[in-house]
């Protein structure tokens, strides 16, 4: 194992000896042996920052949920993410397929530097390979008698962008849709009432996966590979237009160029998505960094550390059009302008792809643009509106002379939504059935009603 191989084991660890004969196990005795303060500190010196998307800093959140919880006087819940849903992104499935005991041991580490009373671990129940690996890994654990695991609880929840939003992820433990709130976990978290608000921690399945070595390894370890703001490793899906698609584990810090045409073989850049939350990437930017503030700097976002690919062959339209209906289907609604905003710029951009649009289509989708996030709920209008205003500004001239020129665009892509990528041969499999999702989040091949209910018992995608 090199200094960057740090989460990705060399074979999947299938079981609970495999794990403590590598070492595993250490972290958790360590963190047992200090008191919960001392783990949270040595979190804190590692510069820990969350995988999940903001990057912002684990041990900053631990403290601050177990601050609004002694408050309460009430103990904080802890709930893992692992139902990642970005277009472009694979990376916490694979974790829980090929080491699922890292990722077990250090949510038991977060719950006894927080005190946690339960934890919740909540997946997609389409991630059939994944889910597998956890469940076994997690019997093992818990007839091992790891402190803390026989308080956690895994749910199987839809295949909805918004069960990954924090807000929506609780509501689906709760039985619910995953409907996003205006008020965030670590002021009210799950089950909560006016009398108990049960300030939660949500992190992703990589954060919690660093934890175990941070704590018995250190924090100075986990710093010699990184940056100074953005310490350690992160692992990163590449996708689209590449030679050699796959999950790849570097240091933060990382020029982007390298993991792009290095790494994943990437010719004849003419665009990279950032997932969907985030504006593009153009060529004259593959040299920044691959850390949370430099790519915030250059205007875009390293969010969850996926990465779609689209060569000079591809129509910018049609780039923009198949990211942007998958925003427009995932909105849940509650929001008018997201959701009838998102819905109106699709179908601008459905008007130039079949050569009938006008400049005035074209000026009424940007103006749209500017008005998509009012009173929003969650981030996904945010990142609409970076994705819309980025991709027009780098590419205006393509854009006006695909709408002047009157003839219809390829609209041959794919929505880059991972399913699966085989490791031996490189294939990429997408959502296949995704292009029949209407935006009531049912099928079209599905009776409404029936797609609902399926998705509230986690039966099927929502």
């Known amino acids: 194992m090199?200094?960057?191989?740090?989460?990705?084991?060399?074979?999947?660890?299938?079981?609970?000896?495999?794990?403590?004969?590598?070492?595993?196990?250490?972290?958790?005795?360590?963190?047992?042996?200090?008191?919960?303060?001392?783990?949270?500190?040595l979190v804190d010196a590692a510069g820990l920052r969350g995988r999940g998307g903001a990057g912002f800093p684990t041990a900053r959140k631990w403290r601050g949920v177990l601050a609004n919880a002694v408050a309460a006087e009430v103990a904080p819940t802890l709930v893992?993410?692992?139902?990642?849903?970005?277009?472009?992104?694979?990376?916490?499935r694979v974790l829980l397929e090929q080491q699922p005991y890292a990722f077990l041991e250090g949510v038991c580490i977060a719950m006894y530097a927080t005190g946690a009373a339960t934890a919740h671990i909540a997946t997609k129940a389409k991630f059939t390979g994944p889910v597998a690996a956890l469940t076994d890994a997690f019997q093992q654990v818990q007839a091992a008698g790891w402190p803390g695991a026989d308080r956690i609880e895994v749910t199987l929840g839809p295949d909805a962008y918004l069960f990954g939003e924090e807000t929506g992820m609780l509501r689906v433990i709760e039985g619910a849709l995953p409907l996003p709130q205006v008020t965030r976990p670590f002021e009210e978290g799950l089950f909560a009432t006016t009398l108990a608000p049960n300030p939660t921690v949500v992190n992703n399945v990589e954060t919690f996966s660093h934890v175990a070595r941070i704590v018995a390894e250190g924090p100075d370890w986990f710093r010699e590979a990184g940056t100074e703001a953005s310490p350690g490793t992160m692992l990163f899906s590449v996708v689209g237009d590449v030679e050699s698609p796959g999950t790849y584990e570097l240091a933060m810090g990382t020029p982007l160029r390298t993991l792009l045409?290095?790494?994943?073989?990437?010719?004849?850049?003419?665009?990279?998505?950032?997932?969907?939350?985030?504006?593009?990437?153009?060529?004259?930017?593959?040299?920044?960094?691959?850390?949370?503030?430099?790519?915030?700097?250059?205007?875009?976002?390293?969010?969850?550390?996926?990465?779609?690919?689209?060569?000079?062959?591809?129509?910018?339209?049609?780039?923009?059009?198949?990211?942007?209906?998958?925003?427009?289907?995932?909105s849940c609604g509650q929001c008018?302008?997201?959701?009838?905003g998102n819905i109106e710029m699709y179908e601008v951009l459905a008007k130039i792809q079949r050569g009938e649009a006008t400049r005035t289509d074209l000026e009424r989708?940007?103006?749209?643009?500017?008005?998509?996030?009012?009173?929003?709920?969650?981030?996904?209008?945010?990142?609409?509106q970076a994705l819309v205003g980025s991709t027009v500004e780098a590419f205006v001239d393509e854009f006006v002379a695909t709408?002047?020129?009157?003839?219809?665009?390829?609209?041959?892509?794919?929505?880059?939504?991972?399913d699966h990528?085989?490791?031996?041969?490189g294939r990429v499999t997408f959502h296949e059935r995704y292009h029949l999702k209407r935006s009531d989040w049912s099928y079209a091949d599905q009776d409404p009603?029936?797609?609902?209910?399926?998705?509230?018992?986690g039966e099927g995608p929502a």
Request: charged share 25%.
């Open 421 to 425: 990528i085989d490791e031996a041969t």
């Open 2 to 41: 090199t200094d960057t191989d740090r989460l990705l084991p060399a074979r999947p660890v299938r079981s609970l000896d495999e794990h403590l004969a590598a070492g595993g196990g250490a972290g958790l005795a360590r963190a047992l042996e200090l008191d919960p303060d001392q783990v949270i500190e």
């Open 365 to 384: 989708m940007l103006l749209r643009s500017h008005t998509v996030t009012d009173q929003n709920r969650c981030y996904l209008p945010i990142g609409s």
């Open 261 to 330: 045409e290095d790494i994943a073989g990437a010719r004849d850049v003419k665009v990279v998505a950032p997932g969907v939350s985030s504006g593009v990437i153009t060529p004259g930017m593959l040299d920044t960094p691959l850390d949370f503030d430099a790519m915030r700097k250059a205007g875009t976002g390293l969010g969850s550390g996926g990465f779609v690919v689209y060569d000079s062959s591809r129509s910018i339209v049609d780039v923009l059009a198949v990211l942007l209906r998958f925003l427009a289907v995932e």
């Open 336 to 340: 008018n302008p997201c959701k009838l």
């Open 80 to 92: 893992a993410n692992g139902a990642e849903g970005e277009p472009g992104t694979y990376k916490d």
């Open 449 to 457: 009603g029936e797609q609902r209910l399926a998705a509230l018992r």
């Open 403 to 418: 709408v002047e020129a009157g003839e219809p665009t390829p609209a041959d892509l794919p929505v880059p939504l991972i």
